[in-house]
């Protein structure tokens, strides 16, 4: 199996923004791969390259074993895009907007219908109406059938489920599972940590660099030290408390719950939940649980992550 | 008062901190001056004279020669009668004109009155007659000096229009501002509709699909080519029947050039936006590049041949000079394609030259 | 929470032309809360925002914001009241200290206050090296904490939070909430709207805007139950489908 895309040392830089650093990797070709990371991460530039939209300071890429500076009217029509914000037609219908683009390829709607019809579906009742008066879950449905029309060899696309609601982003991932049975290779991005489990692969990015790539699972799994849920009524005071505790390695909240590490690393985890809730009771909380869960993409994001950078000196 | 005092100081660090605009502002009344100073100059100088001399002596040589010896004065030709005079003055050529009568020495040494035209050109009504001033003191003070009895010599002053059949000023005016507008228009609608793209975003999708620049950019012109042909149409008859703007020539030629302008004015806005990306910058650009030249160096308010010459020079760059020469020409003289070819001809290569250059500097990529 | 009410909205209303934005709302924010305000793009939540930190008149209804009624006392809401958004929070090309003065000053603070607050919010941030820079060259985590010290620098009884975390790391968002719940045990009251449904737990109470109106408000916990969700996720979810089905 060759591989889709190829990067090597990647850099870009803007001003003295540098938005994506000494970045490497390769993606399979069938496969749907994942860049998970909030804004900022230089998800976004880094697909500009790949796409030909961009060109980068140094490095290489390659997608469909073609070079992304060099040849880029060779990749073009090969490629679909859907860019991180809404860039179709808004004063166009629906159907006007998918003639567009289809048009643009060499090719019209007409012929690719069956290609895209598991989206259309759901779009045909609204044909007519203009895009720019689609909800955002129908705009993001449109935008990838105007990236599908013309059969494309991979897919591109930068944080497709922002800005969407909770129903129709899982909708949207239900069609590229599908589009990924025909042996599309899809390469997505998104700031939503939990959508990285719907993928073969995912490289989380920050800061412009990648801090790992791997399987999700493989990504949970390497979560060095057991995760404790920790609870109690009083939520602020509790978290206060476990940053005053002496053996806190690291404590955050996560919803109702605080995720706990401990910096011991031989003890056995049932010992520390015991010793947590004490520690906490002895402080006058009230309600206090600890319990072990497995760490969450989110978690793994976090211990990547690290202690965050010092605010910069004049 | 703190707080007034605080807004007044964080406006003061804005302006003090965006360079960019600071230059603008402080530059640009500068600029204007300078442009502005120097197209509308009303100075009595290097003032093309004729004299039309029939028989020299040494009292039209004496007086000729204090004409010539003013800073005010340069004289471009000496004709023997007034036959020549018009042409001279209908090219632009002369701005005022000295006539003496024959045999000018020996009338006055009879004692009879010698009588001497000042003629000035007059499409801008108080330069001429400043002009006319200038000439007949210079001839006062020769006459002052002689103690010449009475009659003694004798100025006639005269004011003339430029050959126009019609003498109105709005014919003129109107064929000029006719180009004024369409150039404005044509060059916002380009450049709006790419930065537009740019803004919103749809040019990112329209960027990775196989369409090349050249494509993309015809695509934009000729549907606005077709609303501007409109425009030219509307604006013809308005100048017919509004302000009775004769039309001597061939109706289909001034509507062909007209298309040719707009495609001129077209490719001058797809040229500014092709290099930015904000919508605003793009209409200032374009206002500023197409309004300030065509308003000054057009020839349509401020006579060209009045310029220095290195603006009149500059003013052979600006595609409404040639398009207003061509509209005056059709529709007040009724001259055709034989005699107007050339500045076709420059049209042409203007509109090519423009639409080849927005080609090469469109990028093919988001920078 | 100190057993005062902050906010007080009854059937407050708000109509653009032949568009009801905000359709008779009816909350109560209490003192000392950490109150988050939740809804989908067009909902309402700016529309209702506005109405709250007095840039804005109701239709009809009535609201009480730090016990100042809407219609009449809108100077006094914003003089007890911060404000904080993700579109806009500092000035760019002024410094750090330059922007704090001046906000101080707009506020009324006088010169010897300005400088001891500023002092110690810039000791208390980390930020004592960085005083000097303008504010464009800060990350942009480091901008979010900076705008939300400000926003507190009058000492004010509530304070307005307005998408606040978007665009940053996980680690830094979190940082900054837990700058929020300083705040709020300290006896400011927190009204706060995000689309991070997982901040929405974070929240002493919540609630959801859908369409104009409010379709649910609670604790999270209580919200979870009535649902039967495991996470507010879930829940805007069940919440949110019976009124759609497919939108478009």
Known sequence: ?314 | ?367 | MNGTIAIQAQELTRIFGSFTAVNRITLDVHGGEIFGFLGANGAGKTTAMRMFTGLLAPSSGTARVAGHDVYTKSEAIKRSIGYMSQKFSLYEDLTIRENIRLYGGVYGLRAQEIRSRSEEMLSRLGMEASADLQVRSLPLGWRQKLSFSVALLHRPQIVFLDEPTGGVDPITRRQFWEMIYQTAAAGTTVLVTTHYMDEAEYCDRISIMVAGKIGAMGTPAELKQHYAADSMDEVFVRLVRPTNGEAA
């Open chain 1, 1 to 314: 199996m060759s591989d889709a895309v190829l990067v090597e040392g990647l850099c870009k830089s803007f001003g003295t923004t540098k938005a994506v650093r000494d970045v490497s990797l390769s993606v399979r070709s069938g496969e749907l791969f994942g860049f998970i990371g909030p804004d900022g991460a230089g998800k976004t530039t880094l697909f500009r390259i790949l796409a030909t939209l961009m060109l980068p300071d140094t490095g290489r890429a390659q997608v469909l074993g073609l070079d992304v500076v060099k040849e880029l009217w060779a990749l073009r029509p090969r490629l679909g895009y859907m860019p991180g914000r809404f860039s179709l037609y808004p004063d166009l219908s629906v159907e006007e907007n998918l003639r567009f683009f289809a048009a643009v390829f060499g090719t019209s709607l007409d012929e690719e219908y069956e290609q895209i019809e598991p989206i259309y579906v759901q779009l045909e009742q609204f044909k007519e109406r203009r895009a720019g008066a689609l909800s955002g879950g129908m705009k993001q449905k449109l935008a990838l059938c105007c990236a599908l029309v013309h059969r494309p060899d991979i897919l591109l696309l930068d944080e497709p489920t922002t800005g969407v609601d909770a129903v129709s982003r899982r909708e949207f991932w239900e069609l590229l599972a599908k589009f990924k049975e025909s042996g599309l290779t899809i390469v997505v991005s998104t700031p939503y940590m939990d959508e990285a489990t719907r993928c073969d692969r995912i490289a989380l990015m920050q800061s412009g660099r990648i801090l790992a790539i791997d399987t999700p699972h493989a990504v949970t799994e390497s979560f060095d030290r057991p995760l404790l849920a920790v609870r109690a009524d009083q939520r602020y005071e509790s978290l206060l408390a476990l940053r005053e505790y002496p053996h806190t390695h690291t404590v955050y909240p996560f919803g109702e719950m605080l995720h706990y590490t401990d910096a011991r690393a031989t003890l056995p985890v049932e010992t520390i939940g015991a010793e947590v809730v004490a520690f906490l009771e002895s402080r006058g909380l009230t309600g206090v649980s600890a319990a072990r869960i497995l760490a969450t993409i989110e978690d793994s994001f976090m211990a990547y992550l690290g202690t965050p950078e010092e605010a910069p000196a004049a």
């Open chain 2, 1 to 367: 008062m703190n707080a007034l005092r605080g807004l007044l100081q964080k406006e003061w660090r804005h302006i003090m901190r965006d360079r960019r605009t600071l230059a603008v502002i402080i530059l640009m009344p500068v600029v204007q001056v300078i442009l502005f100073g120097f197209a509308i100059r009303t100075d009595v100088r290097d003032i093309r004279l004729v004299v039309v001399d029939p028989t020299p002596d040494h009292v039209t040589l004496e007086i000729r020669h204090r004409l010539e010896a003013t800073d005010a004065f340069h004289t471009v030709a000496v004709l023997p009668n007034s036959e020549k005079l018009d042409g001279l003055f209908q090219r632009g050529q002369a701005e005022e004109a000295v006539v003496f009568e024959p045999q000018f020495a020996s009338r006055l040494e009879r004692g009879l009155p010698a009588r001497v035209d000042v003629i000035a050109d007059a499409t801008e009504p108080n330069t001429g007659s400043t002009r006319q001033n200038y000439a007949m003191a210079v001839i006062r003070q020769y006459q002052q000096e002689q103690g010449e009895p009475a009659p003694g010599v004798q100025i006639s002053a005269q004011l003339r229009t430029r050959f126009d059949p019609t003498a109105e000023s709005s014919h003129l005016f109107v064929p000029g501002l006719m180009a004024f507008v369409l150039t404005i228009i044509s060059a916002l609608m380009t450049a709006i509709s790419l930065t537009r793209e740019k803004e919103t975003g749809t040019m990112e999708a329209l960027l990775v699909s196989p369409l090349r620049p050249w494509q993309i950019i015809i695509g934009k012109v000729l549907p606005y080519l077709a609303i501007g042909f409109v425009s030219v149409v509307l604006v013809i008859i308005e100048a017919r029947i509004v302000f009775e703007v004769p039309l001597r020539g061939s109706v289909v030629l001034l509507l062909l050039e007209g298309l040719l302008y707009i495609l001129v004015s077209l490719s001058l806005g797809m040229l500014i936006s092709s290099r930015t990306s904000s919508q605003r910058v793009a209409m200032m650009g374009a206002m500023i590049g197409t309004m300030l030249p065509t308003m000054l160096l057009s020839g349509f308010i401020f006579p060209i041949e009045s310029m220095p010459t290195v603006l009149q020079g500059v003013s052979n760059v600006i595609p409404a000079k040639w398009f207003v020469t061509i509209a005056r020409s059709i529709m007040l003289k009724g001259i055709g394609l034989s005699y107007l070819w050339q500045e076709t001809l420059i049209l042409c290569g203007m509109a090519a030259a423009l639409l080849v250059l927005s080609t090469r500097s469109f990028h093919t990529r988001l920078e």
